[in-house]
C-alpha cells in the first residue's frame, strides 16, 4: 500500500512545526507498510474554509490522481474544527474509496469493504463536535480577556514599528506579487506562490493586493 501524510499546525511563526506530527505518522507506516510517497505541511488556523487551505487541496488532488491508498493524519482535528468541513472532507474520502487514518484516535476510515462503518461515523462525528466546542470555547476566552484587558487600560493590536513597510513585503514575496500585477486569480496565486514555498495565506494575499497594486 502508498500513503501520503498531511500534517498542519495552526501558527504561522516558528514557535510550532509539524515535525513530531510527521515522525509519529512514517512509525505508524512502517509497522503497517504503508509506504509513504509524499508529505504535505501546512501552516493555518483549523477554523480557515477548506477552500483556503491550499496545501490540504493539493493534497486531495495529489491522492486522487495517483491514485494513493491512506491518507495518515496525527489526529481528527487536523481536518479542521468546523464539524462541517471536517464531515465535507471525510464524505470525499468515503465516496473515493480513499482511507484515512488519525493516530491519536486510532481510527481508521474505511473497513475492509471500502464503505465507513457506522460506528466510525458516529465517532468521527462526536468527536468534530468536540473540537468545534473547544474552539470556541477558547475564542470565547480569548475574546473576553481582550474586553477586560481594554477595560483596565492595556492598548491592543500590533506594536509600533511591527507592521511590515511595503519594501519587505516585495522581498519577502516577489513570486507573489509578480503573479499579482500580471492578473493572475487570487486562488492560483495561492497554489504557485506555496509551491514554490513562498508560504501566504488568502488574508495576507489580500491585503498584499491592496497595498502593493
Not at 12 to 23: G, S
Not at 102 to 112: G, I, Q, S, V
Given at each position: 500500500?502508498?500513503?501520503?501524510?498531511?500534517?498542519?499546525?495552526?501558527?504561522?511563526?516558528?514557535?510550532?512545526?509539524?515535525?513530531?506530527?510527521?515522525?509519529?505518522?512514517?512509525?505508524?507506516?512502517?509497522?503497517?507498510?504503508?509506504?509513504?510517497?509524499?508529505?504535505?505541511?501546512?501552516?493555518?488556523?483549523?477554523?480557515?474554509?477548506?477552500?483556503?487551505?491550499?496545501?490540504?487541496?493539493?493534497?486531495?488532488?495529489?491522492?486522487?490522481?495517483?491514485?494513493?491508498?491512506?491518507?495518515?493524519?496525527?489526529?481528527?482535528?487536523?481536518?479542521?474544527?468546523?464539524?462541517?468541513?471536517?464531515?465535507?472532507?471525510?464524505?470525499?474520502?468515503?465516496?473515493?474509496?480513499?482511507?484515512?487514518?488519525?493516530?491519536?484516535?486510532?481510527?481508521?476510515?474505511?473497513?475492509?469493504?471500502?464503505?465507513v462503518s457506522p460506528t466510525t461515523?458516529?465517532?468521527?462525528?462526536?468527536?468534530?463536535?468536540?473540537?468545534?466546542?473547544?474552539?470556541?470555547?477558547?475564542?470565547?476566552?480569548?475574546?473576553?480577556?481582550?474586553?477586560?484587558?481594554?477595560?483596565?487600560?492595556?492598548?491592543?493590536?500590533r506594536k509600533v514599528g511591527s507592521?511590515?513597510?511595503?519594501?519587505?513585503?516585495?522581498?519577502?514575496?516577489?513570486?507573489?506579487?509578480?503573479?499579482?500585477?500580471?492578473?493572475?486569480?487570487?486562488?492560483?496565486?495561492?497554489t504557485i506562490s506555496n509551491s514554490?514555498?513562498?508560504?501566504?495565506?488568502?488574508?495576507?494575499?489580500?491585503?498584499?493586493?491592496?497595498?502593493?497594486?
Amino acid at each position: 500500500m502508498n500513503g501520503v501524510i498531511y500534517s498542519r499546525v495552526s501558527s504561522t511563526n516558528d514557535r510550532q512545526n509539524t515535525e513530531r506530527q510527521i515522525i509519529d505518522l512514517k512509525k505508524f507506516g512502517d509497522k503497517n507498510d504503508i509506504q509513504i510517497v509524499k508529505i504535505f505541511s501546512e501552516k493555518i488556523s483549523g477554523s480557515k474554509l477548506n477552500t483556503d487551505r491550499t496545501v490540504l487541496l493539493e493534497c486531495l488532488q495529489f491522492v486522487k490522481s495517483e491514485k494513493i491508498d491512506y491518507v495518515l493524519f496525527s489526529e481528527l482535528s487536523r481536518l479542521g474544527r468546523n464539524i462541517l468541513e471536517v464531515q465535507e472532507v471525510i464524505k470525499w474520502f468515503s465516496d473515493n474509496k480513499i482511507n484515512a487514518y488519525f493516530d491519536k484516535e486510532k481510527l481508521t476510515l474505511l473497513n475492509e469493504n471500502g464503505d465507513v462503518s457506522p460506528t466510525t461515523s458516529v465517532l468521527i462525528t462526536c468527536l468534530g463536535m468536540v473540537s468545534q466546542i473547544e474552539r470556541e470555547n477558547i475564542k470565547y476566552r480569548l475574546n473576553s480577556g481582550r474586553e477586560q484587558a481594554k477595560h483596565k487600560g492595556v492598548k491592543m493590536g500590533r506594536k509600533v514599528g511591527s507592521i511590515e513597510t511595503t519594501e519587505k513585503k516585495k522581498k519577502k514575496y516577489p513570486i507573489t506579487i509578480c503573479l499579482l500585477k500580471k492578473g493572475y486569480k487570487l486562488t492560483d496565486i495561492l497554489t504557485i506562490s506555496n509551491s514554490k514555498g513562498e508560504k501566504i495565506s488568502l488574508s495576507t494575499l489580500k491585503r498584499l493586493k491592496k497595498t502593493i497594486l
